[in-house]
């Protein structure tokens, strides 16, 4: 987990940090979010808190939905090359 969390530090200067403080400052936007929940193998904490950030900072009920959409076609298309 770690590497990955240095990779997207490096990639989108956000402050993400070790599994235990899981933390992204700002809402990167959809396109990052995704990337970034993609990166991190579709982990619990990175999903919850880019959800939760997409609607603290846009206020918007889709947005939660848009990256709610993109991350379970995601994981089920991750999950069919399985």
Known sequence: MRETNLILIGM???SLCSRSK??????PGLDKSTDIIIASDFDDMTIGRLINLSIDETGSIEAAV???AIIAKARLVRMRKK
């Open 12 to 14: 989108y200067g956000t």
């Open 22 to 27: 899981h933390h992204v400052e700002r809402y």
């Open 66 to 68: 848009s990256i709610s």
